[in-house]
């Protein structure tokens, strides 16, 4: 990006208009001639949109890129592709649906109930667990005084489990029991089978589903008339799960939300104590119920989560992808969400914009209809 700025500032302008250039399978006998229409516009560049297209990283797929990209190069123009099947990026063409679903999406969510004692040899139900989740944690907190605040922290009591009950001795007191649960439940509808953003064996699966088979195909164009890839609107995505709290909208998810789902992978927990180790917060993953309720302590424990999902964001997934590109030849460029400040939060954006965006050669933002 800085040597674009230098080349303006020196008078040596380019061409800076890369427009959408709509592909749909079964209609493409004037593809040549409409890469033509774009070059008679006077842009000398443009990027392929991929999601029309029914037979995307497909025979008729590369089929159809080997036309545009042969018309490109006899106009000495510049091709850009879309890097997914739908949107946004984060699908992998359906890879992860089709045979790596290990590598989907985590989260977190929570389960409470709320005891009064003392009284002995309590049995509190255990929350039913679906498919692949697992109990991280069960914390047990005394309450404060006001609304949702928690108080002291007790302890942890995972090993106070016995089949579907949990049983305690409980003290004299007011105390909330939280189970602390990872699933995969936690994606919007339509997105159960995205890659995980804040995983690199994840991430993995997009390069290896869409800019691996490009590089096979057309390699020779690589660095020449093919420039790069661009992706469009990577986000966390996350939904309200429970019946707690309610729901603020894709835009507004963010820590602190009762009923909301949190990005997750095990990685972040070793993250997080070397984070919070000079604050001398102790317990980290047994405090992990003030992401969503607040205490004395849930500051420092929100903003340790939200530096470590987004440092994990910007080298699994911008970096990775952006290496992929650079080690190849081309550019990695597209945009997150930043409408209403989203780009600083975990629905719709990706929490941290210059983390998100970090690797990547040219970046930009959405300026469409009233915004």
Same mark, same amino acid.
């Given at each position: ?28 006998? %004037? !593809?040549? $001639?409409?890469?033509?229409? /774009? =070059?008679?516009?006077?842009?000398? +560049? ?60 985590? %989260? !977190?969510? $929570?389960?409470?109930?709320? /005891? =009064?004692?003392?009284?002995?040899? +309590? ?249």
């Amino acid at each position: 990006m800085l040597n674009k700025i230098e080349q303006v500032m020196d008078g040596k302008v380019g061409n800076y208009l890369v427009p959408f250039f709509w592909v749909h399978e079964g209609k493409t006998e %004037f !593809l040549a $001639e409409r890469v033509r229409k /774009v =070059y008679q516009s006077g842009c000398r +560049a443009l990027c392929v949109e991929s999601r029309p297209h029914e037979d995307f990283c497909g025979e008729k797929w590369w089929e159809d890129i080997r036309i545009i990209l042969e018309e490109a190069k006899r106009y000495d123009m510049k091709v850009w592709i879309l890097d997914d099947k739908h949107f946004p990026t984060g699908y992998a063409n359906g890879r992860l649906k089709k045979e790596g679903r290990v590598h989907r999406r985590w %989260f !977190l969510r $929570e389960h409470h109930v709320d /005891v =009064y004692g003392p009284m002995r040899e +309590a049995s509190i139900l255990v929350p039913q667990l679906q498919e692949e989740e697992e109990i991280l944690t069960v914390s047990v907190y005394k309450r404060a005084d006001c609304g949702n605040r928690l108080g002291e922290l007790v302890g942890d009591l995972s090993e106070n489990i016995c089949g579907n009950f949990l049983y305690w001795d409980i003290p004299d007191g007011f105390y909330r029991i939280f189970f602390v649960i990872r699933t995969r439940q936690g994606s919007r509808q339509g997105e159960e089978n995205y890659i995980s953003s804040i995983s690199k064996e994840s991430v993995q699966e997009l390069i290896k589903a869409v800019y691996e088979p490009h590089y096979m195909h057309f390699s020779e164009y690589f660095g020449n008339v093919l420039q790069g890839f661009f992706s469009d609107e990577p986000g966390y995505y996350t939904r309200h799960l429970g019946v707690w709290g309610y729901d603020q909208g894709d835009y507004y998810h963010t820590v602190g939300q009762p009923g909301l789902a949190l990005p997750w992978e095990n990685t972040i927990i070793p993250m997080l104590k070397a984070d919070i180790e000079t604050t001398q917060l102790n317990h980290v993953v047994s405090r992990l119920p003030e992401l969503w309720y607040p205490s004395e302590f849930s500051a420092v424990l929100r903003l340790a989560y939200m530096n470590t999902v987004t440092k994990l964001w910007e080298e699994c997934f911008s970096m990775q992808i952006g290496g992929w590109c650079r080690d190849h030849h081309v550019q990695y460029i597209g945009h997150v969400i930043e409408d209403m400040d989203a780009h600083q939060r975990i629905g719709t954006g990706a929490g941290h914009y210059f983390r998100a965006l970090k690797g990547q050669d040219m970046s930009g933002i959405d300026i469409v209809l009233h915004q």
